[in-house]
C-alpha cells in the first residue's frame, strides 16, 4: 500500500492509459479523482468505479474555470491533490507538417500543452500552500527525434518536458516536485487501433532494440515509481521509457557500409 492516505487526481483518466492508473493507485491504497471532458464517459466510469474511492468531474483541461471548479471540488472532498498526473492528451491528424490545418495545430497545443499548464497551475497552487506536492507529466519519445506526422503532437510534449525542468527549480523550494515520462509505443490506449493492424506493430517492433511495443503495465509500474517515496530525488527530469528506441538506428551505418563491400 505504498499510497496509503495520498491523493492522486490523472487527468483525462476515465480511459487508455489514464484509466489503469487510476485502478493501480487505488490498488495501493489511494484515492483517485479524475476529469473528462464528456459527461457520457464520465457516467460510465463512475459505474464502473461505484464503491471505490474514485470521484470522476467532467471538465475539459482547456477550460481553465472549469478545472479551477475541479480543484475546489477535491480539497472539499478530500483537502487536496498530493500527486497530480498530467495524462490527458491527443494526437493530431498525421500529415506532413507543411499540410496540418491551424485549427488542428492548436488545438493539439491546447489540450496537450496549455491544459496540462493550466492543471499543474491549478493544483500546483495548493500544493505549494501545504507545502508539498509530486507532479508527473506524461511526455512521448515522439518529442525526442523527428518523426514525420507528428509536430504539433512533439512539440507539446517536448512543452512538458521544459514546463518540468522550469517548476523543479521554482517550486521544489516549496516542497513541489515534478518529472515526466516519454514513453514509446504502448500496447493501448490511443494505440488500441493500431494493434490491430500486425504490419504497424510488426513496423514498432523492428524499429525498437527490444523487438516490441511497451505493455500498459510497465507504463503504470513507472508511473507509480516515480510518484512514490522512493524516487523524490528524480525532480525536473524525463525518464525515457521507449525499449531502446531512442536513438537507435534500425538500419546501422556498419550494415550498409559491410554491404556495399
Ligand atoms: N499510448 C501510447 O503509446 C502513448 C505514448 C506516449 C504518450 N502517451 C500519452 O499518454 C496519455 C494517455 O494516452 P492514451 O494512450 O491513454 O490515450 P487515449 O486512450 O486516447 O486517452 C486519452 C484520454 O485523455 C482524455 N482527454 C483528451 N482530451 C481531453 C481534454 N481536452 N480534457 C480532458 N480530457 C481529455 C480522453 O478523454 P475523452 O474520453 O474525453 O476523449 C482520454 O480519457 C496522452 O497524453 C498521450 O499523449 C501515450
Same mark, same amino acid.
Given at each position: 500500500?505504498?499510497?496509503?492516505?495520498?491523493?492522486?487526481?490523472?487527468?483525462?483518466?476515465?480511459?487508455?492509459?489514464?484509466?489503469?492508473?487510476?485502478?493501480?493507485?487505488?490498488?495501493?491504497?489511494?484515492?483517485?479523482?479524475?476529469?473528462?471532458?464528456?459527461?457520457? *464517459?464520465?457516467?460510465?466510469?463512475?459505474?464502473?468505479?461505484?464503491?471505490?474511492?474514485?470521484?470522476?468531474? /467532467?471538465?475539459?483541461?482547456?477550460?481553465?474555470?472549469?478545472?479551477?471548479?475541479?480543484?475546489?471540488?477535491?480539497?472539499?472532498?478530500?483537502?487536496? /491533490?498530493?500527486?497530480?498526473?498530467?495524462?490527458?492528451?491527443?494526437?493530431?491528424?498525421?500529415?506532413?507538417?507543411?499540410?496540418?490545418?491551424?485549427?488542428?495545430?492548436?488545438?493539439?497545443?491546447?489540450? %496537450?500543452?496549455?491544459?496540462?499548464?493550466?492543471?499543474?497551475?491549478?493544483?500546483?497552487?495548493?500544493?505549494?500552500?501545504?507545502?508539498?506536492?509530486?507532479?508527473?507529466?506524461?511526455?512521448?519519445?515522439?518529442?525526442?527525434?523527428?518523426?514525420?506526422?507528428?509536430?504539433?503532437?512533439?512539440?507539446?510534449?517536448?512543452?512538458?518536458?521544459?514546463?518540468?525542468? %522550469?517548476?523543479?527549480?521554482?517550486?521544489?523550494?516549496?516542497?513541489?516536485?515534478?518529472?515526466?515520462?516519454?514513453?514509446?509505443?504502448?500496447?493501448?490506449?490511443? %494505440?488500441?487501433?493500431?494493434?490491430?493492424?500486425?504490419?504497424?506493430?510488426?513496423?514498432?517492433?523492428?524499429?525498437?532494440?527490444?523487438?516490441?511495443?511497451?505493455?500498459?503495465?510497465?507504463?503504470?509500474?513507472?508511473?507509480?515509481?516515480?510518484?512514490?517515496?522512493?524516487?523524490?530525488?528524480?525532480?525536473?527530469?524525463?525518464?525515457?521509457?521507449?525499449?531502446?528506441?531512442?536513438?537507435?538506428? *534500425?538500419?546501422?551505418?556498419?550494415?550498409?557500409?559491410?554491404?556495399?563491400?
Amino acid at each position: 500500500m505504498r499510497f496509503k492516505e495520498k491523493v492522486v487526481f490523472v487527468t483525462g483518466g476515465t480511459r487508455g492509459l489514464g484509466k489503469a492508473m487510476v485502478e493501480a493507485f487505488l490498488g495501493e491504497g489511494a484515492r483517485v479523482g479524475v476529469n473528462g471532458r464528456r459527461r457520457e *464517459a464520465v457516467a460510465k466510469f463512475e459505474e464502473e468505479f461505484r464503491g471505490k474511492a474514485v470521484k470522476a468531474y /467532467v471538465a475539459d483541461v482547456t477550460d481553465y474555470p472549469a478545472m479551477e471548479t475541479v480543484a475546489q471540488g477535491v480539497a472539499e472532498e478530500w483537502g487536496g /491533490v498530493d500527486i497530480l498526473i498530467n495524462n490527458a492528451g491527443i494526437v493530431n491528424p498525421l500529415v506532413p507538417s507543411e499540410k496540418i490545418k491551424k485549427e488542428d495545430f492548436d488545438r493539439v497545443i491546447e489540450v %496537450n500543452l496549455k491544459g496540462a499548464f493550466y492543471a499543474t497551475q491549478i493544483f500546483g497552487r495548493g500544493m505549494i500552500e501545504r507545502g508539498s506536492g509530486r507532479i508527473i507529466s506524461i511526455s512521448s519519445q515522439v518529442a525526442l527525434f523527428g518523426e514525420k506526422g507528428f509536430l504539433p503532437y512533439a512539440l507539446g510534449k517536448a512543452g512538458l518536458q521544459t514546463m518540468t525542468r %522550469n517548476l523543479a527549480s521554482e517550486w521544489s523550494r516549496f516542497g513541489v516536485t515534478l518529472c515526466c515520462v516519454a514513453p514509446g509505443f504502448i500496447a493501448g490506449g490511443m %494505440n488500441e487501433a493500431l494493434l490491430k493492424r500486425q504490419h504497424l506493430v510488426d513496423f514498432l517492433s523492428k524499429k525498437t532494440p527490444l523487438g516490441r511495443m511497451g505493455t500498459v503495465g510497465e507504463l503504470v509500474a513507472t508511473m507509480l515509481f516515480l510518484a512514490s517515496k522512493e524516487a523524490q530525488y528524480i525532480n525536473g527530469e524525463t525518464i525515457v521509457m521507449d525499449g531502446g528506441m531512442t536513438g537507435y538506428s *534500425a538500419e546501422p551505418l556498419l550494415e550498409a557500409i559491410t554491404k556495399g563491400k
